[in-house]
């Protein structure tokens, strides 16, 4: 069964960082190009960042662009967002999402999600 666990999120001051942690099982991870993304309270759910099979190719959305930076590890089937110069406009719930296929798919469509980590960015 395909699951998704995110981890790392937490309570943090405006200008800090955190690294969060999304660890795969029930498929073959190095066959999906991975996702993150938030939702706020009251808000839709957001596109943060998106990452092929091997890592080659990168996107993010133009709200982190420059702060946050998505990879991911293979050998570990463990996907991160490290999250820098944190606002407080980035307090959400996080979550980690698995692509329907290998590269990133121009519709943003992914087909499971883990259950989410929140983020709270104090000013």
């Known amino acids: 069964q395909v699951q998704l666990v995110e981890s790392g999120g937490g309570l943090v001051q405006a200008g800090g960082a955190l690294r969060l942690s999304c660890t795969a099982s029930?498929?073959?991870?190095?066959?999906?190009?991975m996702g993150w993304f938030r939702q706020a309270l009251g808000k839709e759910r957001e596109f943060v960042a998106a990452?092929?099979?091997?890592?080659?190719?990168?996107t993010s959305g133009d709200s982190v662009k420059g702060r946050f930076t998505i990879s991911r590890d293979n050998a570990k089937n463990t996907v991160y967002l490290q999250m820098n110069s944190l606002k407080p406009e980035d307090t959400a719930v996080f979550y980690c999402?698995?692509?329907?296929?290998?590269?990133?798919?121009?519709?943003?469509?992914?087909?499971?999600w883990g259950q989410g980590t929140q983020v709270t960015v104090s000013s």
């Open positions: 990452i092929s099979w091997n890592g080659g190719r990168t």
């Open positions: 999402a698995r692509s329907k296929t290998a590269t990133i798919p121009l519709s943003l469509d992914y087909d499971y």
């Open positions: 029930g498929f073959n991870f190095r066959a999906s190009a």
